[in-house]
């Protein structure tokens, strides 16, 4: 069994930075696709970046210039560098992670809960 654990949401104001984090637990196989998504009240839940199978980085438009997807395999763990935020970054945020293999088997934490507002 596959767990993940977001951690490092809060409060911050507009122009401030957050940094998200996701351990990883139990076992996966590489190749692997990783993934930071969020959802908003009312809103379906939105991919914000995506690590593939062959490393490469993808960013939604809207945080494109202002977060960071980094992981540090030695640890398990998966970062979301935040700057810059804006409210409308407010959201419970979720970590993913897809064996290349079975890519429609989607593993998600618990979601951490960021909100920007003055």
């Known amino acids: 069994q596959v767990q993940l654990v977001e951690s490092g949401g809060g409060l911050v104001q507009p122009g401030g930075s957050l940094r998200l984090s996701c351990a990883a637990s139990g076992s996966i196989f590489s190749p692997k696709i990783m993934g930071w998504y969020r959802q908003a009240p009312g809103k379906e839940r939105e991919m914000v970046a995506i690590?593939?199978?062959?490393?490469?980085?993808n960013y939604a438009d809207s945080v494109k210039g202002r977060f960071t997807f980094s992981r540090d395999n030695t640890k398990n763990t998966m970062f979301l560098q935040m700057n810059s935020l804006k409210p409308e970054d407010t959201a419970v945020y979720y970590c993913?992670?897809?064996?290349?293999?079975?890519?429609?088997?989607?593993?998600w934490g618990q979601g951490t809960q960021v909100t920007v507002s003055s």
């Open positions: 690590i593939a199978s062959d490393g490469s980085t």
């Open positions: 993913n992670v897809r064996r290349a293999a079975t890519p429609f088997l989607n593993y």
